[in-house]
Antibody
Framework: EVKLVESGGSLVQPGESLRLSCTAS????????MHWVRQFTGGRLEWVSS??????EYLGSVKGRFTISRENARNSLFLLMNSLTVEDTGIYFC??????????????WGQGTQVTVSS | DIQLTQSPSFLSASVGDRLTITCRAS??????LAWYQQKPGKAPELLIF???TLQGGVPSRFGGSGFGTEFVLTINNLQPEDVATYYC?????????FGGGTKVEIK
C-alpha cells in the first residue's frame, strides 16, 4: 500500500523544539520531492517547507527555525522545529509531490500529526 | 506572495445539483492550480491539477477550468459522498499558497 505516516507531534511549551517524522512505504521514496503542509484550527492550509534531492525551501515565518531533511535509505522525511510559538499550532501533514510543466502538486498526503504549542 | 480567494466559503445544495466553486488569484498563474477535497477528519486528497486535469480515480462528475487569475471547480450531479471542504492551491511560485476553502453540505 502506498502511504505516508507522520509521527512526533505533541504538546510543547513556547520556545521548545520538536522533531516530526514521516515514513513512506509502497513507492520509491527517493524519486519524489516532499513537502510539509500544516492546517490550522478552522481549516486554513499553509505550505511550510519542501525538499528535493538537493534543495530546500521554507515559508518565510519558519525560515531559520525549521529544518527539513530526508533519509532516503530509511524512506523517511523529517521536520525539526525550533523556537516554537503558539502560531505554529496545527496539524502537520507530510506530502508527496509530483511535478508537471505547470508546477508541483501534492498527490499523496499523510494522515497528519498534531502539534500544540501552549504554556 | 500570491493570494487565492475562494468563493463561496459555504455551499448548501441538494443531491443531483451542479455546483461551481471559484478561485481567484492575485496575479496570473497560467494553469498552475490544483484542487483538493478534504472530508471531515481526513487528510486532503488531490482532485485536479494543472487547472483541468482530473487525477486518476476521481469521478468524472468533477471538473476544473480556468487560466491566469480565475479558476472554477465544477461538481455535476452532487452526491452525498461529496460533502467536504474544497481547497485550491497555486503552484506557480513559492510560497505555494492555498485558498481559504469552500465547505459543501447537502440540504
Amino acid at each position: 500500500e502506498v502511504k505516508l505516516v507522520e509521527s512526533g507531534g505533541s504538546l510543547v511549551q513556547p520556545g521548545e523544539s520538536l522533531r516530526l517524522s514521516c515514513t513512506a512505504s509502497g513507492f520509491v521514496f527517493s524519486a519524489y520531492n516532499m513537502h510539509w503542509v500544516r492546517q490550522f484550527t478552522g481549516g486554513r492550509l499553509e505550505w511550510v517547507s519542501s525538499i528535493t534531492s538537493g534543495n530546500t525551501e521554507y515559508l518565510g515565518s519558519v525560515k531559520g527555525r525549521f529544518t527539513i531533511s530526508r533519509e532516503n535509505a530509511r524512506n523517511s522525511l523529517f521536520l525539526l522545529m525550533n523556537s516554537l510559538t503558539v502560531e505554529d499550532t496545527g496539524i502537520y501533514f507530510c506530502a508527496r509531490v509530483v511535478h508537471t510543466n505547470y508546477g508541483p502538486h501534492i498527490d499523496l498526503w499523510g494522515q497528519g500529526t498534531q502539534v500544540t504549542v501552549s504554556s | 506572495d500570491i493570494q487565492l480567494t475562494q468563493s463561496p466559503s459555504f455551499l448548501s445544495a441538494s443531491v443531483g445539483d451542479r455546483l461551481t466553486i471559484t478561485c481567484r488569484a492575485s496575479q496570473g498563474i497560467s494553469y498552475s492550480l490544483a484542487w483538493y477535497q478534504q472530508k471531515p477528519g481526513k487528510a486532503p486528497e488531490l482532485l485536479i491539477f494543472s487547472a483541468s486535469t482530473l487525477q486518476g480515480g476521481v469521478p468524472s462528475r468533477f471538473g476544473g477550468s480556468g487560466f491566469g487569475t480565475e479558476f472554477v471547480l465544477t461538481i455535476n450531479n452532487l452526491q452525498p459522498e461529496d460533502v467536504a471542504t474544497y481547497y485550491c492551491q497555486q503552484v506557480k511560485s513559492s510560497p505555494l499558497t492555498f485558498g481559504g476553502g469552500t465547505k459543501v453540505e447537502i440540504k
